[in-house]
């Protein structure tokens, strides 16, 4: 790829030089992290792309993995900056806390991105976690899991185990990281033009949150019912 023309696109012109320079590297690593994945990927090729001399990996970041701790995170902001997190805490009803959540996680996952590259980096660390990922985890991950896990336990009934409340939420973002996965087999299976029309970001979010609330209902009846249960026999 023409360099200059990839530098064309992040022309940095709020930014000094050397700022400009670092975000140049950081958009052409996460273009060539994304398509060869972080032990394909060559320095020289990102500094080929980004324009700049080959110690500039260093100079910036120190080494190659701590690019790509950066280019993760970077991923992350453009994603938060594209759909940004509503306040949760401004939901009432935890209900609709869950919708805000499921559309959230599927606008950041299927809707059209100017630049995929991020969706596309932050999937390959989902199916294949490597140890850079773990300030993605810890810094955006592991809440917004632990925000589906409490909104969850909300809906269920208090003797809800741990377990139940942590298998029912992931079944819940399950649903949503499905759509991203299988974008292209869904399309060839189903058809485009039905797929289009059928399947957008707001439809898919309506339809995967009345099936979840009705599967928490559900098991709510369920877990009500062993109470009950388990009351009678100690009672006999």
């Excluded at 032990?39 to 990102?46: F, L, Q």
């Excluded at 950041?108 to 932050?122: D, F, T």
């Excluded at 299988?182 to 029309?197: C, K, P």
């Amino acid at each position: 790829m023409d360099s200059k023309n990839n530098a064309s696109r992040h022309p940095c012109h709020t930014m000094d030089k050397e700022d400009c320079a670092r975000d140049r590297i950081l958009h052409a690593a996460g273009a060539i992290f994304a398509e060869k994945g972080f032990r394909r990927a060559t320095v020289r090729e990102i500094c080929d792309m980004a324009g700049v001399n080959i110690a500039s990996i260093n100079y910036y970041f120190g080494d190659k993995k701590n690019l790509y701790v950066e280019t993760l995170l970077l991923a992350r902001e453009i994603g938060a900056r594209q759909f940004p997190t509503p306040d949760f805490s401004s939901f009432e009803m935890p209900e609709h806390r869950l919708r805000a959540m499921i559309l959230l996680l599927l606008n950041r996952l299927v809707a059209n991105h100017g630049e995929p590259w991020p969706v596309k980096i932050l999937m390959a660390e989902i199916l294949d976690p490597s140890p850079a990922a773990r300030p993605l985890i810890d810094g955006y991950i592991e809440p917004f899991l632990d925000a589906i896990f409490t909104t969850v336990a909300q809906l269920l009934p208090p003797q809800a185990s741990e377990a139940i409340v942590r298998q029912t939420g992931l079944s819940i973002v399950a649903q949503c990281v499905y759509y991203r996965f299988a974008d292209a087999l869904n399309r060839m299976v189903i058809g485009e033009a039905s797929y289009q029309a059928d399947f957008s970001v707001n439809t898919l979010a309506g339809q995967i949150y009345e099936f979840s609330l009705t599967g928490i209902e559900g098991t709510g009846r369920r877990l009500q019912r062993e109470n009950v249960t388990q009351l009678n026999s100690a009672a006999v």
